[in-house]
């Protein structure tokens, strides 16, 4: 597909743009990337999305599509190029979403609450939630990929997109607080999978340095 379809609004080193790229380049969709300069908000994001009015934005056929999470769900079902991206069982698909549902929801919220907390406290608490949840995404890691590479079992699914995306915000929480989030020892499976998920041909150009991604949160 042409380049002129589709259109990306992001800004680059955020977890929740990462998500549409890789999906675009599972299905190999061309697409124009439309960079919005951190702290600013154009006419054309304010018009495509004037409820929340934040990246990433995808616009396909001059249609907008808002939120990573439904953005990859939308491609997937809008383009047939490539592996599939949810199962199609409606039961697996019900799980996945579950799972992706709990990594913004619940998850993410202790991961970005690492980066700012007023006390040790806080502090202490939001990396114990961390770990926590990256101690259930291990055990849900070894029931939904039966045995394979990803979630999303030979190839990457919408659990590694959505996971996977803030691998280089966790290499940055490990070291700012001197931890070990994804240990191979305490979660194996996560531990080998994080390895395959960014040397991934639709992953490995997509996810940031981590002293690049710290350079980027200090600004």
């Given at each position: 597909?042409?380049?002129?379809?589709?259109?990306?609004?992001?800004?680059?080193?955020?977890?929740?743009?990462?998500?549409?790229?890789?999906?675009?380049?599972?299905?190999?969709?061309?697409?124009?990337?439309?960079?919005?300069?951190?702290?600013?908000?154009?006419?054309?994001?304010?018009?495509?999305?004037?409820?929340?009015?934040?990246?990433?934005?995808?616009?396909?056929?001059?249609?907008?599509?808002?939120?990573?999470?439904?953005?990859?769900?939308?491609?997937?079902?809008?383009?047939?190029?490539?592996?599939?991206?949810?199962?199609?069982?409606?039961?697996?698909?019900?799980?996945?979403?579950?799972?992706?549902?709990?990594?913004?929801?619940?998850?993410?919220?202790?991961?970005?609450?690492?980066?700012?907390?007023?006390?040790?406290?806080?502090?202490?608490?939001?990396?114990?939630?961390?770990?926590?949840?990256?101690?259930?995404?291990?055990?849900?890691?070894?029931?939904?990929?039966?045995?394979?590479?990803?979630?999303?079992?030979?190839?990457?699914?919408?659990?590694?997109?959505?996971?996977?995306?803030?691998l280089a915000l966790v290499k940055v929480v490990e070291k700012l607080?001197?931890?070990?989030?994804?240990?191979?020892?305490?979660?194996?499976?996560?531990?080998?999978?994080?390895?395959?998920?960014?040397?991934?041909?639709?992953?490995k150009d997509l996810i940031p340095e981590t002293d690049k991604l710290?350079?980027?949160?200090?600004?």
């Amino acid at each position: 597909m042409a380049a002129s379809d589709v259109k990306l609004l992001s800004t680059r080193g955020s977890p929740f743009v990462i998500r549409p790229r890789i999906a675009l380049n599972l299905k190999n969709i061309d697409y124009e990337f439309l960079e919005q300069p951190f702290g600013t908000k154009s006419e054309l994001l304010l018009k495509s999305n004037p409820v929340y009015k934040k990246i990433p934005i995808m616009i396909h056929n001059d249609k907008p599509i808002c939120e990573s999470l439904i953005i990859v769900q939308y491609i997937d079902e809008a383009f047939t190029s490539g592996p599939s991206i949810l199962p199609s069982d409606p039961y697996d698909r019900s799980v996945v979403r579950f799972w992706g549902s709990y990594i913004d929801d619940k998850w993410f919220s202790s991961l970005l609450a690492t980066l700012k907390p007023k006390t040790e406290e806080e502090k202490k608490t939001a990396i114990e939630g961390v770990s926590t949840g990256i101690e259930l995404l291990e055990e849900a890691f070894e029931k939904i990929s039966k045995g394979k590479d990803f979630f999303g079992g030979d190839t990457v699914g919408y659990i590694d997109i959505a996971l996977g995306a803030n691998l280089a915000l966790v290499k940055v929480v490990e070291k700012l607080n001197g931890v070990e989030l994804l240990d191979e020892t305490k979660t194996p499976n996560l531990y080998a999978w994080s390895e395959k998920f960014c040397s991934d041909p639709a992953v490995k150009d997509l996810i940031p340095e981590t002293d690049k991604l710290l350079e980027l949160l200090k600004r």
